[in-house]
């Protein structure tokens, strides 16, 4: 028995020199011994190699015979145009720096160092003292391939089936979204894709070039960068005024820009304005900074505030 | 170095190794193994199958490789001279990893990376990827980071010593701090630095966000060995745990914070209990602080008394 390796490399090669598509039969003769002579059990040996092939990305063209004694066979070829990688023309610095993002940016796959090898690169060289890492999620593959596709995405979120024209995706936070046109509210909407009750089995990709994607969109401005304002838009947003002692003043001012700010105490502490939209990201942000920060309007966010406090110092002396 | 097993796996791994044979022509067998990470025997092996590979009528002689001494020779090449078109999610990672590394501190987006870039993009099409007018491809990748990373990155490049403020919410203070910086990282929507910490003489990591000043000293430290982010999150052992159960609103704890166990809870719907490491007992009471009713305590019991405390120190704020 030949090493597996050894047959998909002879049927890749036979099928890459082969100016004729070829039909199993002829395959089978011209890979002498390497396929079964039984006739299912070379056909289930053949469709392995096959969908072995195409799982790497090598396109398989079939075509049905249509006439004549063969009709109905169908036959295999590669063209060579589509399975060779076009020449990216890259200078020997820009292939050095696209080495160097994919060292320097962690994911979970080996999809870029493969990438990196097609292209004639190498991996790991020069000290790295900056790097990021991107979570990967199961999810992404199919929603990539939809926006790229222009293809509606249904899938079911917080209980509710939604339609969505993906138009873009974007990591922030440490988070994955989709942004798109969603059909059951008629307008733009943000998802959390970690958030999809179903996961990746759950995603129904609808057929491609379905939707435009607008011109002027871009996922970085089509949603607040602040998790504070997620799911609303940013143009109703509530905003409280935050008073903050002067032990982390200068933190929070740096992180919410010092235009946000509206008075300034002596002593050190600041009232700033803080995105209040969403109150949970609102109230989780406020909490973290413990009793160095206080609310001290709107008066409904501020009660809001007092009732959740108070519920927990009552429930935990109980 | 294991290499890949999976037939799959060993053709895709041969089809990048063999254009980049046919191209250098003659090359020691250590560098092949070492720059497509397998052993020097696995590639031996490898090649040495390829070499039988053929088709009627140049059987064995389509692949005209062969290792001699340590060295490997190619001769005429014939097929497999390009490699293989990248696939969508090669292309996608490889994209994603370059716009990720153009968010780093010092990328220059009229440098090298910036061009190698366009020309990915440009030829992303044949991988069936459209990536539109603005190059993205619809991805956009944002890794805002605060002020200060880019000066804390600088420094890790020359070893620069220097002081910081820097505030540690498990303690709730802030402390003056003599650190030589590393390495800086992004990790989870978070900026952080390897430092060697003065005080602590250990080496340490801090979240950027939380550094409130930062000063250098002048001195130098020589840079030792590489030194990269460490693997996902760095939870000691030694640290206590609690035990808590989890509203549905409240799971984004566990994307946020590392677990040691997460299991439904048969009789709740939607909520699960996770056991996870808790730095400070004050770190739990601020926890617990803030997801209130969507949160329930298994263990420790004594949480609940110092939560409702901080919950009334902070209560005492709004009776003005």
Redesign the interface.
């Known amino acids: 028995m030949v090493d597996r390796v050894e047959r998909l490399t002879n049927l890749l090669a036979l099928l890459l020199e082969t100016a004729e598509p070829l039909s199993l039969i002829q395959i089978s003769s011209e890979l002498v011994g390497q396929y079964p002579d039984q006739e299912q059990a070379r056909r289930a040996a053949f469709e392995r190699d096959k969908a072995a092939l195409r799982e790497i990305g090598v396109p398989i063209d079939t075509e049905m015979v249509t006439g004549g004694a063969y009709a109905g066979q169908t036959r295999y070829r590669i063209d060579r145009r589509a399975y060779e990688l076009s020449d990216l023309e890259l200078d020997t610095d820009e292939m050095h720096a696209l080495q160097v993002a994919v060292a320097a940016v962690r994911t979970d796959s080996t999809n870029a160092q493969d990438a990196i090898w097609k292209l004639g690169g190498m991996l790991g060289d020069g000290q790295l003292h900056v790097s990021a890492s991107l979570p990967e999620r199961p999810e992404l593959p199919a929603i990539r391939a939809a926006v790229a596709a222009r293809a509606s995405i249904e899938f079911s979120y917080r209980g509710e089936l939604r339609k969505l024209d993906p138009w873009g995706l974007l990591l922030r936070g440490g988070f994955w979204y989709v942004i798109g046109h969603d059909h059951l509210r008629g307008e733009r909407r943000t998802f959390r894709i970690d958030r999809f009750d179903g996961g990746a089995a759950g995603i129904i990709v609808g057929e491609g070039h379905t939707f435009e994607r607008p011109e002027s969109f871009d996922p970085r401005s089509a949603f607040p960068a602040d998790p504070k304002q997620i799911g609303h838009a940013p143009d109703d947003g509530v905003e409280a005024l935050v008073e903050v002692d002067a032990v982390r003043s200068s933190a929070v001012e740096r992180e919410l820009g010092s235009e946000r700010v509206v008075e300034r105490r002596p002593g050190g502490a600041i009232c700033i304005l803080v995105p209040a939209s969403n109150l949970d990201a609102f109230r989780s942000w406020l909490f973290g900074l413990l009793d160095h920060a206080v609310v001290l309007e709107p008066p409904e966010v501020r009660t809001q505030i007092i009732e959740w406090l108070s519920d927990v110092a009552r429930e935990r002396t109980t | 170095m294991s290499g890949p097993r999976k ?2 796996d ?7 190794m063999l ?2 044979l046919m ?1 250098v022509g003659e090359v020691p067998l250590s560098e092949v193994s070492e ?3 397998m052993t020097e025997a696995q590639v031996q092996k ?1 090649l040495e ?2 070499a ?5 009528p140049f059987v064995d002689e ?1 692949i005209d490789v062969f290792v001699d001494d340590g060295i490997v020779f190619v001769g005429i090449p014939r ?2 001279t ?13 994209l ?3 716009r ?7 990328a220059d987006p009229a ?3 910036g ?3 366009a ?2 993009a440009a ?1 992303l099409g ?1 991988a ?3 990536t ?3 190059d ?9 980071r ?2 200060l990373t880019d000066e804390l ?1 600088e420094a ?2 020359r070893g620069a010593e220097m002081t910081i403020r820097y ?1 540690t ?1 498990a303690r ?1 203070e ?1 402390a003056d701090r003599t650190i030589v910086p ?9 900026w952080y630095v390897v430092a060697d910490d003065g005080r602590s003489q250990e080496r340490r990591t801090f979240r950027i ?2 550094i ?2 930062l000063e250098l000293t002048g001195r130098l430290v020589a ?1 030792e060995e ?1 030194l ?2 460490p693997e996902g999150f760095f939870v000691d052992a030694e640290v206590p745990r609690a035990v808590i159960r989890l509203a549905p ?1 409240a799971q984004w704890v566990v ?1 946020h914070y590392p677990m040691d166990e997460i299991r439904t809870i048969e009789d709740l719907h939607g909520w699960v209990e996770v056991r996870l490491p808790v730095a400070s007992e004050r770190w739990l009471s ?1 926890l ?3 997801l ?2 969507d949160v329930e305590l298994v263990e420790p019991a004594s949480a ?2 110092d ?2 405390l ?9 009776k003005t």
């Open positions: 037939a799959e060993r053709l895709r791994r041969l089809l990048v254009p980049w191209e720059r497509f990470d490898e199958l390829v039988m590979c053929g088709l009627p389509m097929l497999f390009r490699p293989l078109r990248l696939t969508a999610p090669e292309g996608f990672s490889l994603s990893s370059a990720a590394a153009m968010e780093l501190p010092g440098g090298p990376l061009r190698g870039l020309k990915l030829a044949d069936g990827i459209d539109g007018a603005d993205t491809a619809g991805v956009v990748i944002d890794l805002a605060p002020a990155a890790a490049t505030y919410p709730d802030i590393h390495h800086v990282f992004a990790d989870a929507g978070n966000d939380r409130e000043e840079i590489q990269s982010a609103a994307e601020r617990l602080i803030r209130g009713s609940r008394a939560a409702s901080l919950a009334r120190r902070i209560l005492n704020l709004y």
